[in-house]
């Protein structure tokens, strides 16, 4: 292998670095255009979020015979100490 192959083989490895570069890059732009549109597309499609329910299921069963907590327990009148009003 001479000297002039050695520089043509040089040149053409730059070449095709060079050239799968700006293929790559041009490939990413193009796929970031097309996943915005989807999503721009997707979010118009789609129908605002619903609030939430609540129903019986979701809410936690009362058990019978269970003791009141304090935060289920109503108010109750404190017993005053005699002479404070």
Partial sequence: MDKAELILYGFATYLAIKSLIS?????RTHYKKKLAAELKA?????????PPVQNAA????????????????????????????
């Fill in 23 to 27: 293929l790559m890059s041009e490939h």
């Fill in 58 to 85: 979701s809410q936690k069963p009362q058990r019978v015979g269970a003791r009141a907590t304090a935060k289920s327990r109503p108010a109750e009148a404190k017993p005053q100490a005699a002479g404070k009003t």
């Fill in 42 to 50: 997707r979010a118009a499609a789609a129908p605002p979020p619903a």
